[in-house]
């Protein structure tokens, strides 16, 4: 009775991982999160003399204006009849 409880479990944490990662939410999420991780990294291999919090801030900055500039873009109607 227990192994079948567990294999109901993990078949139904299956099928809950796989609606989450499905959902267009988590994509947007994961793009975001590595192309600020890429700006952090850039950051840091430039050598400037920002400490590490100053550098997860600006990566953040960096990586939400280039995400919202390409969704403005998106959602602006074009005027071509």
Do not use: C, W
């Not at 499905?22 to 947007?28: D, F, K, S």
């Not at 999420?29 to 700006?39: C, L, P």
């Not at 291999?45 to 403005?72: C, D, P, Q, Y």
Request: no cysteine; charged share 15%.
């Amino acid at each position: 009775m227990i192994r079948r409880a567990y294999i109901a479990a993990i078949l139904a944490l299956g099928l809950a991982l796989a609606a989450v990662v499905a959902a267009p939410g988590v994509h947007r999420f994961v793009s975001s999160a590595r192309t600020a991780r890429h700006y952090f990294n850039d950051l840091k291999s430039s050598g400037n003399s920002l400490n590490s919090i100053e550098r997860f801030v600006f990566s953040l900055v960096l990586a939400n204006t280039k995400t919202h500039g390409s969704s403005k873009q998106a959602a602006e109607p074009s005027n071509r009849s």
